[in-house]
T-cell receptor
Framework: GDSVTQMEGPVTLSEEAFLTINCTYT??????LFWYVQYPGEGLQLLLK?????DKGSNKGFEATYRKETTSFHLEKGSVQVSDSAVYFC????????????FGGGTRLMVKP | EPEVTQTPSHQVTQMGQEVILRCVPI?????FYWYRQILGQKVEFLVS????????KSEIFDDQFSVERPDGSNFTLKIRSTKLEDSAMYFC?????????????FGPGTRLTVT
């Protein structure tokens, strides 16, 4: 079946540091890929998405590129802020297998001033 | 900005009791979902619902679970006889459509604790 693996946290960075959170996937079909973010006390919010190979999703300074050859969708940001502290979830939707999202385990990011 | 809301934020119940978790999806959305996250584990899909019927369900969604849209605004998840292992955060989500572009909007979750 489909699965998503992302690096375990917590990831602790100083403000303005470069962020990478790794995400790899396995899918029987051709998936769409997503990053969701969960701020404390809130629901999951879509951060960015990519629907086909080589697409780059971007939002709020975050980027991720759909790499079919390495089955990866790593999240990056050039300069993190304290307000980016949250839990980040990588997810896929297998476009041949219905509407459900398959999530990775989540990575907690802590940014210190 | 429209958002998905869930009540209660925290529910404590005794094993064997029935619980109903409530969600109000975004008003013009047509597709509704329940997910759960057991502490320390992944967010897992439970069920999707469209046009007043279940469109998909996972292996987790057994006969103990049911969903309903009792009126034009609420979407509920019922667990008939709770077990200790049902303790988790339950997330409701809704989407306007299922074809790309595609986004599921999530609520803040209900933490269910079964004692």
């Amino acid at each position: 079946g489909d699965s998503v693996t992302q690096m375990e946290g917590p990831v602790t960075l100083s403000e303005e540091a470069f962020l990478t959170i790794n995400c790899t996937y396995t899918a029987t079909g051709y998936p769409s890929l997503f990053w969701y973010v969960q701020y404390p006390g809130e629901g999951l919010q879509l951060l960015l998405k990519a629907t086909k190979a080589d697409d780059k999703g971007s939002n709020k300074g975050f980027e991720a590129t759909y790499r079919k050859e390495t089955t990866s969708f790593h999240l990056e940001k050039g300069s993190v802020q304290v307000s980016d502290s949250a839990v980040y979830f990588c997810a896929l939707r297998d476009n041949n297998a219905g509407n459900m999202l398959t999530f990775g385990g989540g990575t907690r990011l802590m940014v210190k001033p | 900005e429209p958002e998905v809301t869930q009540t209660p934020s925290h529910q404590v119940t005794q094993m064997g009791q029935e619980v109903i978790l409530r969600c109000v999806p975004i008003s013009n959305h047509l597709y509704f979902y329940w997910y759960r996250q057991i502490l320390g584990q992944k967010v897992e899909f439970l069920v999707s619902f469209y046009n007043n019927e279940i469109s998909e369900k996972s292996e987790i969604f057994d006969d103990q679970f049911s969903v309903e849209r009792p009126d034009g605004s609420n979407f509920t998840l019922k667990i008939r006889s709770t077990k200790l292992e049902d303790s988790a955060m339950y997330f409701c989500a809704s989407s306007e459509e299922v074809e790309a572009p595609y986004e599921q909007y999530f609520g803040p979750g209900t933490r269910l604790t079964v004692t």
